[in-house]
């Protein structure tokens, strides 16, 4: 397949593209490899692609119709667009909603219109397990989703109704995928495993909002990839929940990351973000029957690849901001 991939650079995009060159796909990359986060991140996962045949990318935003018009132009057919381009981060879209909606409504709207003149037949957009807000668990593609807590939340739930938009008037095959707390090496630097991880290994106080007993759906990056690129097959249009099934609290997480650190977390408590859930819990077993997909790699085994990953670059990972 030739495949683009939007947000190459990102967390859960570049290792994505990695498992499709695994399998011997061509893949487009885009990303405009935005401030959102430090860019060293970003920069070191393009690195570890462009050392793979088959990987061409451009620094192209989503938001730049014209320019994604010369990459369809110039560099398809496409037999599929994995649209993983996103401003992602539940806490930051309070203070900046504008940038959310632009990047992940009107990009999308962007891509999928290209899908549709240039007669691509496979869209698949990454959406969030924010988009279920406090609702009954564990979330069903089925539960309810139109409580948003965050703009970064409803941005997405709006982006998902565009794709049905799109595959109704226009026949688009697509997949939505609403991941859940992902986590794994070269992981986002504003998520806890990876501020946890580096405040305990660098002996900074580890800021902790709430009790800790919040729970999460921790997920292991190359479980999410393996999914992603297993719903590419032909679905017409489904909502698949790619989570853990296994909700840990957050004090779990610190005390394990304890032990695979060696050294006691300086926890500095501040009150719960008013943007944060409870809880959520991923009930993935439409993934299971449909795309025959399951997750492999448990949270401790996760987290002690995060942690050895971390190590291994700490040098220059210790400078990473993580707000």
């Known amino acids: 397949m030739n495949v683009l991939v939007t947000g190459c650079a990102g967390f859960i995009a570049s290792k994505v593209t990695e498992t499709l060159l695994g399998r011997g796909d061509t893949v487009v990359g885009l990303d405009n490899l935005n401030d959102a986060y430090d860019v060293r991140l970003k920069d070191w996962r393009i690195n570890q692609l462009q050392a793979q045949a088959g990987f061409t990318w451009s620094s192209i935003d989503v938001t730049d119709r014209s320019g994604l018009r010369d990459v369809f132009e110039q560099q398809g057919p496409f037999d599929a667009v994995a649209h993983l381009a996103a401003r992602a981060g539940v806490r930051p879209s309070l203070d900046d909603p504008w940038i959310y909606y632009e990047t992940n409504v009107l990009g999308t709207l962007g891509v999928l219109e290209l899908c549709r003149e240039f007669g691509t037949k496979k869209f698949l957009l990454a959406s969030t397990s924010s988009v279920y807000g406090e609702g009954e668990r564990p979330f069903r593609e089925n539960s309810a989703a139109d409580r948003p807590v965050s703009p970064y939340a409803a941005s997405k739930s709006a982006a998902e109704s565009l794709c049905y938009t799109y595959h109704k008037a226009h026949g688009i095959d697509t997949s939505v995928m609403r991941f859940f707390t992902v986590y794994g090496p070269a992981g986002r ?13 660098e002996g900074e106080p580890l ?41 840990c609290t957050v004090n779990h997480m610190i005390g394990i990351i304890e032990k695979l650190v060696g050294r006691e977390a300086q926890v500095k408590r501040e009150p719960r973000h008013p943007a944060d859930v409870q809880a959520t819990w991923a009930d993935i077993s439409k993934a ?8 492999k790699t448990n949270f401790e085994q996760g987290l002690e690849k995060a942690v050895n990953w971390y190590m291994e670059n700490r040098e220059w990972a210790k400078e990473i901001a993580t707000s």
């Open 288 to 295: 299971r029957d449909l795309l025959h997909w399951s997750p």
């Open 189 to 201: 630097p504003d998520m806890a495993p990876f501020r946890f991880i580096k405040w305990i290994a």
């Open 207 to 247: 800021v902790l909002y709430g009790d800790g007993e919040q729970e999460r759906d921790f997920t292991y990056v190359d479980d999410i990839a393996a999914g992603v690129v297993a719903a590419l097959a032909p679905v017409g249009f489904e909502v698949f929940n790619l989570g853990n099934d296994r909700p």
